[in-house]
């Protein structure tokens, strides 16, 4: 194709696997979505409204009204521009536009003249889609009250897809859970994120001065001289140092939901990777008696495009509670499969109690801990599982928990496809 290039959003990955939660796409029509798109349409003067959702490869319409479409293919897509900026997308007149003068649906029919857009942006800030305007006149003028207006009904159609979800989810039908589905999730939101703002800001700053004296005070004669003292100091800086490791976790979570990590992909060798986390993760296992067995390196094994910062902090954390839960003198074992997909799983076995499998969705909350099992074993504030959840989604992977009550636990990291590399070379001197 000749045409502009299609731009791709900063994060895709992690913006797909939240459409992806919202579990829309490929679902049947709705009166809901139709009533807003006849609505515009009658509101802005236009023959054609739809509500356009953009996954890896096509904008699928939840509502389109004007013409029978059900999806595009997503590089001849309008909408695929508008998921690049908060803002509303107006094109006056295609064809003097030089990111669309060449596209098919503008050069050819259904000659696309005039086109209007607004972003569906999720509670996490990830543009999904859009509800768009198309005429096939050019227009002369789309003043900012309009381009207000169109935002609003992009809110309404995000609002609508928000609380089909949670009442998907609850099972309330549309017409008694709606007020109540909303309220609780514009409630729940606020409360998270004015917790973590006072994380950042109002624990940081004490914790770094608590850890600096108590750093100097360990380095202290006076204190060394005395064992009781000295064991106090210890313990300061030991409790500051984790409570810091927790504010750090609750800041990374709040990031990774909001989509503001940016990735820095790299070809990782699992052996060796695996093999470092383990090795970091032994200090742990030491006093349990716990062997970690790694994979081994060898010529099939894989390697994995991935960031690795934030691959060492997801095996860290899955290591750390298979470490925590599994009983003294057990192993804890880690695996690396290639998926049916042609992706990498990495699986991370424990021999511990486990828990009910209807019970691991709770351990993937945030802040949520198990009042029974696996939870009684292990401090903190129920932050790893869920961060670790929305790193791998970020990328364009998935976390995913076998277990049962008394079984045992596995956790296991699935990559995609597009993120696995071939094994590494052969050296000439092996």
């Given at each position: 194709m000749s045409f502009y290039p299609l731009p791709q959003p900063m994060n895709e990955d992690y913006?797909?696997?939240?459409?992806?939660?919202?579990?829309?796409?490929?679902?049947?029509?709705?009166?809901?979505?139709?009533?807003?798109?006849?609505?515009?349409?009658?509101q802005f003067g236009v023959p054609v409204a739809m509500?356009?959702?953009i996954d890896r490869r096509r904008q699928w319409f939840k509502s389109c009204v004007g013409v029978d479409l059900k999806e595009t293919s997503r590089e001849v897509a309008l909408c695929a521009h508008t998921?690049?900026?908060?803002?509303?997308?107006?094109?006056?007149?295609?064809?003097?536009?030089?990111?669309?003068?060449?596209?098919?649906?503008?050069?050819?029919p259904p000659h696309v003249r005039f086109y209007a857009g607004a972003p569906l942006i999720t509670a996490e800030g990830m543009r999904i889609g859009t509800i768009c305007l198309i005429h096939f006149v050019p227009r002369e003028i789309f003043d900012e009250g309009e381009k207000k207006s169109l935002a609003d009904f992009?809110?309404?159609a995000m609002e609508a897809?928000?609380?089909?979800?949670?009442?998907?989810?609850?099972?309330?039908?549309y017409e008694t859970g709606i007020a109540s589905a909303t309220l609780a999730a514009k409630t729940g939101e606020a409360a998270k994120r004015q917790f973590l703002a006072v994380v950042g800001h109002e624990l940081r700053t004490p914790l770094n001065a608590i850890l600096g004296f108590g750093a100097l005070l360990k380095e202290c004669d006076e204190i060394a001289a005395l064992p009781a003292h000295r064991e106090y100091v210890n313990a300061i800086y030991s409790s500051g140092q984790r409570l810091l490791s927790t504010v750090d976790a609750v800041l990374s979570y709040a990031q990774a939901e909001k989509g503001e990590i940016e990735l820095k992909p790299e070809p990782l060798d699992l052996a060796e990777l695996i093999a470092s986390c383990a090795s970091v993760c032994g200090l742990e296992a030491l006093p349990k008696n716990i062997r970690i067995v790694v994979p081994q390196k060898h010529p099939g094994l894989p390697r994995l495009l991935a960031d690795r910062v934030h691959t060492e902090q997801m095996l860290l954390?899955?290591?750390?509670?298979?470490?925590?839960?599994?009983?003294?003198?057990?192993?804890?074992?880690?695996?690396?499969e290639t998926a049916a997909d042609g992706g990498v799983i990495i699986a991370v076995d424990d021999t511990g109690p486990g828990i009910d499998q209807d019970e691991v969705g709770k351990a993937l909350e945030i802040f949520r801990q198990l009042s029974e099992g696996m939870?009684?074993?292990?401090?903190?504030?129920?932050?790893?599982?869920?961060?670790?959840?929305?790193?791998?989604?970020?990328?364009?992977?998935?976390?995913d928990i076998e277990s049962g009550a008394e079984q045992g636990t596995t956790a296991m990291l699935t990559f995609p496809p597009y993120r696995t590399l071939p094994p590494s070379a052969p050296s000439r001197n092996a």
């Open positions: 913006r797909l696997a939240v459409l992806e939660r919202l579990s829309i796409l490929d679902t049947p029509p709705e009166e809901s979505f139709d009533r807003l798109t006849r609505l515009a349409a009658k509500v356009s959702l998921i690049m900026s908060d803002e509303p997308l107006v094109v006056l007149d295609t064809t003097k536009d030089a990111r669309f003068a060449d596209n098919p649906v503008v050069a050819q992009a809110a309404l897809i928000e609380i089909r979800q949670v009442l998907a989810t609850t099972g309330e039908k954390q899955l290591l750390s509670n298979a470490v925590a839960f599994t009983t003294m003198g057990q192993d804890v074992s880690v695996r690396v939870a009684r074993q292990k401090e903190g504030l129920g932050i790893g599982l869920p961060l670790t959840k929305l790193l791998v989604e970020l990328h364009g992977g998935r976390l």
